[in-house]
């Protein structure tokens, strides 16, 4: 069985700073995704990036990006130029490659808030 | 494009009583599809999968059940609510195959049992 953890249960930073969030996994699958979620004060999850383990390169959308270092087995989610529409519950999520679609294993979340 | 519907928004129950919820995907063929319940403060926690019609996969023993009638239609149900059933439902759906790429979820149910 996989383990998500992500082990800041809430983060505060400026308008128009960086922040990072952290998620560390478990897993004995060498092939596999990795997700994170964000969920606004509406509670609708939405799909921020993904990563596959396979690609050695970091994922990026817009100010998001990534680091993944599978070796470590860490995947950490950075925003650049914080906004105020930033803040939200963030979900670190496994998925097993070839798995049968069997569903995601997410972490209990990171609640980022950004101060004006 | 593809949407994904989920009703009622919000539900108050008493213990003890039945319980249906449903959901329902347009703008795509053979979704695999997704229960996740997630309690107050902590993450989600899958309960069924679905790979296609009648095919249900359940992670956790529990009194609910699910069910597929239809193509892109998904029902979570339960005879006897328990309090502990109290939570936020979330249906997601992605596309057929092995691979779970990301999951899209829909805009869930908030279900209060009293």
């Known amino acids: 069985a996989q383990t998500v953890t992500q082990s800041q249960p809430e983060m505060s930073v400026q308008e128009a700073e960086t922040v990072t969030l952290s998620c560390t996994y478990d897993?004995?699958?060498?092939?596999?995704?990795l997700f994170w979620y964000k969920q606004p004060p509406s509670r609708q999850m939405i799909l921020v990036i993904r990563q596959e383990a396979y690609k050695q390169q970091n994922a990026t959308e817009n100010r998001f990006s990534v680091n993944f270092q599978k070796a470590a087995k860490s995947f950490s989610l950075k925003i650049s130029d914080s906004q105020l529409g930033d803040t939200a519950m963030y979900f670190c999520?496994?998925?097993?490659?070839?798995?049968?679609?069997?569903?995601?294993?997410f972490g209990k979340g990171t609640h980022l808030i950004i101060q004006p | 494009s593809q949407t994904i519907h989920q009703w009622p928004a919000t539900l108050v129950q008493p213990v003890g009583s039945p319980l249906s919820l449903e959901c329902t995907v347009e703008?795509?063929?053979?979704?695999?599809l997704y229960w996740y319940r997630q309690a107050a403060g902590r993450g989600l926690q899958l309960l069924f999968y679905?790979?296609?019609?009648?095919?249900i996969s359940s992670e956790v023993p529990q009194n609910l059940s699910a069910s597929r009638p239809q193509d892109r239609q998904f029902i979570l149900s339960s005879k006897k609510l328990l309090l502990s059933d109290s939570g936020f439902y979330l249906c997601?759906?992605?596309?057929?195959?092995?691979?779970?790429?990301?999951?899209?979820f829909g805009p869930g149910t908030r279900l209060t049992v009293t």
């Open positions: 999520a496994f998925g097993r490659s070839g798995g049968g679609a069997d569903g995601l294993t």
């Open positions: 679905s790979v296609g019609i009648g095919q």
């Open positions: 703008g795509t063929s053979n979704p695999n």
């Open positions: 897993t004995s699958e060498s092939n596999y995704y």
């Open positions: 997601a759906w992605t596309g057929p195959g092995p691979d779970t790429v990301g999951q899209y």
